[in-house]
């Protein structure tokens, strides 16, 4: 920028992007002095390095403005953990399967892990079972990343939500109809 510029000669680009051709490092920055602007080098790799005459200032606050809106827009997903036991309950069992499936729902990941203690781990098949069962129960929102595996004496699989494709028409559709079909219901006592 400016000073710190060391080739002896650039390619310049005014303020409008206008080509105003190759002149000496000196002229362009007595340019963009005389017009209240920066000279900053944009290719310095090029042959001769390309120079733009703009507000330096102002093109910092709009670049961090532009990273700011695309920070704003990129998607978080996390991913969270579901625990069972080779012997988990059926009431257990379902309550965290609900859990996971809320989970799913919202768009996060869901890891469901079984840990195996002591000589459990020889029957690792009924880990395998309740994993299937897991997979079934949450098919409808969620579908398998990553298979069962093992790893130390946990054997586990990650659930990532079902991506529905559905259009904004269609969305805005399905809720006029949900709204006449309330409209025409009567309450009968």
């Not at 005459?53 to 953990?81: H, L, P, T």
């Not at 559905?166 to 079909?181: L, P």
Request: charged residues 35%; contains cysteine; aromatic residues 6%.
């Amino acid at each position: 920028m400016n000073e710190r510029i060391r080739a002896p000669e650039v390619r310049v680009v005014d303020e409008d992007g206008k080509q105003l051709g190759i002149m000496r490092t000196r002229e362009a920055l007595m340019l963009a002095q005389e017009r209240g602007l920066d000279l900053v080098e944009i290719a310095p790799t090029a042959n001769p390095p390309v120079c733009r005459i703009i507000d330096y200032g102002k093109f910092q606050y709009e670049a961090k403005k532009k990273a700011a809106e695309a920070k704003k827009k990129q998607v978080v997903i996390n991913v969270k953990e579901v625990k069972f036991r080779p012997g988990t309950d059926e009431h257990d069992y379902s309550f965290k399967m609900k859990h996971a499936r809320e989970w799913l729902e919202d768009g996060d990941k869901v890891k469901a892990s079984i840990w195996f203690r002591g000589r459990e781990i020889t029957h690792r098949e009924l880990g395998e079972k309740l994993l299937q069962r897991l997979e079934q129960d949450l098919a409808d929102v969620g579908e398998v990343e990553a298979r069962p595996r093992m790893e130390g004496n946990q054997m586990f699989l990650v659930f990532a939500p079902k991506r529905h494709k559905t259009s904004k028409a269609d969305k805005s559709a399905q809720q006029k109809q949900g709204a006449a079909e309330g409209e025409g219901a009567t309450s009968i006592s």
